[in-house]
């Protein structure tokens, strides 16, 4: 039977989207087979389910009944027809999932003084502990205890098994009296307060002119328009007075008719005096002049979105007011923002204990990049992106720093850098931006680079030039340790990224190339593939390090490393130059590391495949059970991985640079946002061991 978790809050307006997504974070990372399941979902579209559904592509989502449904079966008495029904739903999603997140209802069918126990009489008819969810919004310290005690005291009478309490949407200046307040009540189950964030209550300008039906008069794309409104305002006075009011993210509804107005608000966007403004609502059914709307599409880094309504100001005010912010499968911002409230606030770990999960043997590859995150941050690294600028690059620091991953640097310019910082919602702080061409840290690692390049002659002038570059810049950062790791690559060719590493961070001692693997996620193993990307044809003596380096990364990221040296014979049963250079790759391997489990020559299924292995190679600890794998040259290798990519569907995180003093890795250029932030992870890894 699965194992099972119910999540009950005991009044609405909780933010169950919040706990529903982190524990769905968290057990995707120790549970292969999950499911999601909402025993009762509202009448209209059920937003939750679909976020579930979309961050968790793999998990079962079901549910049994709609608010209606139920309302209408317990008028008529029917109440078992409802708890059997829920059942029957629940166990059949039991079948093929080994863990089941049920999330309760939403208080907005089945009456709110009956629905608490309904929740507690759904868990007990399922089996599942409960999580009870308390709403810290607007109250004390006194309150908050008395709502803990009252759900605890209900959900003991009802015989429900409580898993744990969390206290979400605490005003954070109350944060710490009512963590104090609830140790002194503490009961049996662990108890954690989340703090209230602004943004999570924030509607989207997309939700905004879905919901009050307004049609596009210049729309920008969806990043712009799924961006958080932060205030509303309503523009009538003067131009000069109208920019005194405005703040940074806001919506101004202003009649069609004021070109002036209308301009003004554009031009804030490009502006670095006056807030960002987030969109424009035209009422009275009135546009602006031909004229001023050609003038606003020709300013290419204006990209307002402009929507138009009939109603007139005041009513579209209070259509806009009436708006409530959901967090949609589209809302990037807002989940990045959910995970690091709960993963900073929660102990996941000790919850983890307490409901009993335990990790699979398997690691899928939502597990791995889950550990990927968790280890980023308990490291603490600074990482410096040099590629500061980059759309990618940007999309991806908004995620790392939301979930508090690491600490970041942008290279760039310093204005443009922070306009498209604050316009993903982020404070000013939270990324740190540096322009080599302005920043006093030039002439110091300068000064360090000539140092470093004395012996080829390099003189200041010319050291000083070498420093506007971004990458060089970068890598002298982490040479000098202002920071600890550096990404690159997204703009940049390998050999750009690559090659001040090799000039002034050069090797670990004992390794004499600098090589890369490939961590290959498949659905149910993580594999290792070096070297697929730097070393076109290792001699012996560097495939033997290559090896060496790849299993240490292996262990680095909890994979236990079985190395097959990879050749197209197997064992002694090949002939030619290029299966002796393996053969004497894995004899000066086992050499230098004889506590490794190193074998080859040997095929790639004879190493991946245990009846082939048994078959080919009997007597061998690797065949079969094979997880790092080395190939003789980088043809083989980079068409290898390619091809295990797109034909096996699967996910290749990387290249990750091995054999350097200090981290450095690079992108590919066709690169995607998930795969920086894997590779950003990756290297705050690294550097805890570096």
């Known amino acids: 039977m699965a194992k099972s978790l119910y999540i009950a809050s005991l009044e609405p307006r909780a933010g169950k989207s919040v706990v529903a997504l982190g524990l769905m974070e968290l057990l995707s990372a120790r549970v292969e087979r999950l499911a999601y399941f909402r025993p009762v979902v509202p009448e209209t579209a059920d937003v939750r389910s679909a976020l579930i559904q979309a961050r968790f592509p793999a998990a079962a989502v079901a549910h049994a009944f709609t608010s209606e449904q139920v309302e209408d079966l317990l008028a008529d008495g029917r109440n078992d027809d409802v708890y059997r029904g829920i059942l029957e739903q629940y166990r059949s999603l039991t079948h093929d999932a080994d863990f089941v997140l049920c999330d309760g209802t939403d208080y907005t069918g089945v009456s709110a003084t009956y629905e608490f126990a309904f929740n507690a009489e759904v868990a007990n008819h399922l089996g599942a502990p409960v999580v009870v969810l308390i709403n810290g919004n607007g109250r004390d310290a006194e309150d908050v205890v008395e709502s803990v005690m009252v759900a605890r005291e209900s959900l003991i009478r009802e015989g429900c098994t409580l898993a744990a309490t969390i206290v979400n949407r605490v005003a954070t200046e109350d944060l710490e009296a009512i963590s104090t307040a609830l140790g002194t009540v503490r009961g049996h189950e662990p108890e954690f307060t989340i703090p209230e964030t602004p943004l999570l209550g924030m509607p989207t300008f997309a939700e905004v002119v879905e919901s009050i039906g307004a049609i596009p008069v210049i729309p920008s794309g969806e990043?712009?328009?799924?961006?958080?409104?932060?205030?509303y305002k309503i523009a009538a006075m003067s131009l000069?007075?109208?920019?005194?009011?405005?703040?940074?993210?806001?919506?101004?509804?202003?009649?069609g008719d004021r070109s002036d107005l209308i301009a003004g608000a554009v031009a804030s966007r490009v502006s670095t005096t006056y807030p960002n403004i987030a969109g424009l609502i035209l009422t009275g059914g009135l546009e602006p002049?031909?004229?001023?709307?050609?003038?606003?599409?020709?300013?290419?880094?204006?990209?307002?979105?402009?929507?138009?309504?009939?109603?007139?100001?005041?009513?579209t005010a209070r259509d806009v007011a009436a708006v409530t912010a959901v967090m949609r499968p589209s809302s990037e911002r807002k989940i990045s923002t959910a995970l690091g409230l709960f993963e900073r606030h929660v102990d996941v770990e000790l919850l983890a204990?307490?409901?009993?999960?335990?990790?699979?043997?398997?690691?899928?590859?939502?597990?791995?990049e889950y550990d990927l995150i968790e280890r980023a941050r308990a490291a603490n690294k600074h990482i410096v992106l040099p590629e500061g600028t980059d759309d990618r690059i940007l999309d991806a620091a908004e995620i790392l720093t939301r979930r508090a991953v690491v600490k970041l640097t942008l290279l760039g310019e310093v204005e443009r850098i922070a306009k498209r910082i604050a316009e993903r919602g982020l404070p000013p702080g939270s990324v740190k931006i540096i322009d080599p061409a302005t920043s006093p840290l030039r002439e110091q690692l300068a000064r360090r680079y000539q140092e470093l390049r004395s012996h080829r002659g390099v003189a200041m002038e010319n050291a000083l030039d070498v420093m506007l570059d971004v990458n060089q810049f970068g890598t002298m950062m982490v040479e000098t340790g202002l920071v600890d790791g550096m990404v690159s690559g997204a703009a940049h060719t390998t050999q750009?990224?690559?090659?001040?590493?090799?000039?002034?961070?050069?090797?670990?001692?004992?390794?004499?190339?600098?090589?890369?693997?490939?961590?290959?996620?498949?659905?149910?193993?993580?594999?290792?593939?070096?070297?697929?990307?730097?070393?076109?044809?290792?001699?012996?003596?560097?495939?033997?390090?290559?090896?060496?380096?790849?299993?240490?990364?292996?262990e680095r990221f909890g994979i236990e490393p079985v190395v097959a040296m990879l050749s197209y014979s197997t064992g002694a049963s090949g002939q030619g130059e290029d299966v002796e250079r393996v053969r004497e790759a894995t004899k000066l391997a086992r050499e230098r590391r004889p506590d490794l489990r190193i074998d080859g020559p040997i095929q790639y299924d004879a190493a991946i495949d245990a009846s082939v292995g048994s078959k080919k190679l009997p007597e061998s600890s690797v065949a079969g059970q094979a997880t790092v794998f080395i190939f003789p040259d980088l043809n083989t290798g980079n068409n290898t991985y390619k091809a295990v990519q797109r034909s096996a569907g699967a996910i290749a995180v990387g290249p990750v640079l091995q054999g350097l003093n200090k981290p450095v890795n690079d992108l590919s250029r066709g690169c995607e946002v998930a795969d920086i932030v894997n590779t950003v992870a990756i290297t705050a890894i690294q550097a805890e061991n570096s």
């Open 223 to 231: 990043v712009e328009e799924n961006r958080e409104i932060t205030g």
């Open 240 to 255: 000069p007075n109208f920019l005194d009011h405005v703040g940074e993210g806001y919506l101004v509804m202003v009649p």
């Open 289 to 315: 002049a031909h004229q001023v709307l050609d003038l606003i599409e020709g300013i290419e880094d204006a990209r307002m979105p402009i929507y138009a309504v009939d109603t007139d100001t005041f009513q």
């Open 353 to 368: 204990d307490r409901i009993d999960v335990t990790r699979s043997d398997r690691v899928t590859p939502l597990m791995f």
């Open 496 to 554: 750009a990224t690559v090659r001040p590493a090799l000039q002034v961070i050069k090797t670990r001692p004992g390794v004499s190339i600098v090589s890369s693997v490939f961590l290959m996620l498949l659905a149910d193993r993580v594999l290792v593939y070096g070297d697929c990307a730097v070393n076109p044809n290792p001699t012996a003596e560097q495939l033997a390090d290559i090896a060496i380096s790849s299993a240490e990364t292996a």
